[in-house]
């Protein structure tokens, strides 16, 4: 029996490359050793954006094509929507009774958004029940492991921590004690050097044009030590060279080499890294292209996925509800 995966994104814009790097393709990877159900959690997405929702829907279609042409295969994994299985809410609100709210004041992904975030207003009810509704998602399908970046672990912790307690209060084991599968490959800074976001507008989009991705990587931050053209770089200081070691491993010798003693100049290696994103992204972006051509394909998948994933969602919800007397 293969163990079950569970992970989720939120569908708050387009994708980037950041995504690709810390998330799908770790999830393609996984597919074939576990068996993998991957959410939209447009929930989570609407309980940080509920003051500007923005186009959800759109964003979700657009994110699963990204999905797709990245290698997620709907005949190996359950690819849904959140939303669509109203139990994500049941069991959300079963699991918001037992969680103790010091647990989730003293969260620090909780305190730190509150503190970081101070465009939008983020002092509700709601949001502080985000990792309650996390580990409502987790556990509505029994995922042993979970596929997320660093940042999350508050959350996988105190999802255990709600499913111990459920366990213990009801004197049966019903939800395992997930495990999080965290992503190695977070090397990959934005075109500034801070974490690659849509907030902070410093990324690449996988549906990005050719002659954006030549502009955005010409404006990249470079070693700070080089100034004129015949200064030795840091090669081993630079966003830039980082790229080539993450998306032509091939040629970051060269620049590795050429760099310090001045053999190639920033623009020109930077105009260089832009066409290999270009040529990277390029199988990608044709795929993307074919599936945009028929969105029917991609309502079925979610369709599928939908029927797939309820029908383990009213298992569980069935079962806890017997617990429960409900
Ligand atoms: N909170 C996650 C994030 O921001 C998204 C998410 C929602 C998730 N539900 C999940 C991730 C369940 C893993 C499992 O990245
Ligand atoms: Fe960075 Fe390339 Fe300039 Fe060296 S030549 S500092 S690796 S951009």
Not at 50 to 72: F, H, Q, T
Not at 240 to 266: D, L, T
Request: charged share 30%; proline share 6%.
């Amino acid at each position: 029996m293969k163990k079950r995966i569970l992970s989720g994104m939120r569908p708050t814009g387009p994708l980037h490359l950041g995504h690709l790097v810390g998330a799908l393709e770790n999830w393609r990877k996984l597919q074939d050793e576990y068996e993998c159900l991957f959410m939209a959690a447009d929930w989570h997405a609407f309980m940080s954006e509920y003051e500007n929702p923005g186009n959800l829907k759109g964003n979700i279609i657009d994110n699963v094509i990204d999905w797709l042409a990245c290698g997620i295969d709907p005949k190996k994994s359950i690819i849904f929507v959140q939303s669509r299985i109203k139990e994500h809410l049941e069991l959300s609100l079963v699991f918001s009774i037992i969680t103790p709210l010091g647990l989730l004041e003293r969260c620090p992904t909780y305190k730190e958004q509150l503190r970081e975030i101070t465009n939008r207003e983020l002092h509700t009810y709601g949001f502080l029940g985000y990792p309650v509704l996390q580990a409502a998602d987790i556990m509505l399908y029994k995922a042993e492991v979970v596929p997320v970046g660093e940042d999350q672990l508050p959350h996988l912790e105190l999802t255990r921590e709600i499913a111990r307690k459920f366990n213990n209060l009801y004197k049966k084991d019903i939800f395992p004690s997930p495990q999080a599968l965290l992503t190695k490959s977070n090397r990959l800074l934005g075109l500034d050097g801070r974490k690659m976001s849509k907030s902070y507008n410093n990324y690449i989009a996988l549906s990005e044009e050719p002659e954006i991705i030549t502009k955005k990587v010409q404006g990249m931050f470079t070693d700070p030590l080089r100034i004129k053209r015949n200064d030795p770089g840091h090669p081993e200081m630079c966003n830039v060279r980082s790229y080539y070691a993450i998306f032509a491993p091939e040629k970051e010798k060269e620049v590795a080499q050429g760099c310090p003693k001045a053999q190639i100049g920033c623009a020109e290696c930077k105009k260089e890294l832009g066409n290999c994103l270009i040529n990277f992204l390029e199988p990608v972006q044709n795929k993307r292209k074919e599936l945009l051509k028929n969105k029917d394909e991609i309502m079925g998948i979610l369709e599928d996925g939908e029927k797939k994933a309820r029908s383990i969602a009213i298992q569980t919800m069935d079962e806890v509800k017997g617990l429960i007397k409900m």
